[in-house]
């Protein structure tokens, strides 16, 4: 319905009911769930286990739990969600994730110079990528339960450069322009 487009803003963790109106009212044929709870400390990607962390964890939970079951409850036949290379980065080895390309050099050379496909399945580097993994898995196990009624994706981003140049990029993560 083009043209009609509308903005809404809610707290899919704690507003329930509302988003479960949305998706009555708008009746959508697919849902596209980029939600992610990534406060100080709650993406995991420090490695700490700490309170923050379990709480953004908690969040993440809810927001799955609220957005699958209103897919399901109204019959939405695709959701698409927002998964991260932290689901599958174990399959190289150990490597850390630098933060910038800059640092990849004081990190080492990549041990994997393959592409990590759908074959590989998930291997989380941390709690950050172990919650991406647990959400994709929630996610597939509700198709069983929507009985064939429901498509999820999950889509691990990875990293996209305008120049879309691979040989410039973090190659295991890289996303080109045709893909994305």
Known sequence: REGNEQFVQLDLASGAPTFDALIQKTKPDALIHLAWDVREGGAGLSGRLDDATW???ESNERMIRNVLSSVVRHKVPRIIFA????????HLNGYEYPASIRERTR??????????GVEDGPAASGLYGATKVWMEEIAHATTAEATGALTVIAVRFGNVRPDDD???????????????
């Open 83 to 90: 998964s991260s290379v932290h689901a599958a980065i174990g």
């Open 166 to 180: 691979a040989a410039q990029s973090e190659y295991p993560f890289y996303l080109s322009h045709r893909d994305c």
């Open 55 to 57: 709480t953004a964890h």
């Open 107 to 116: 990190h080492g050379a990549f041990h994997r110079r393959t592409k990590i």
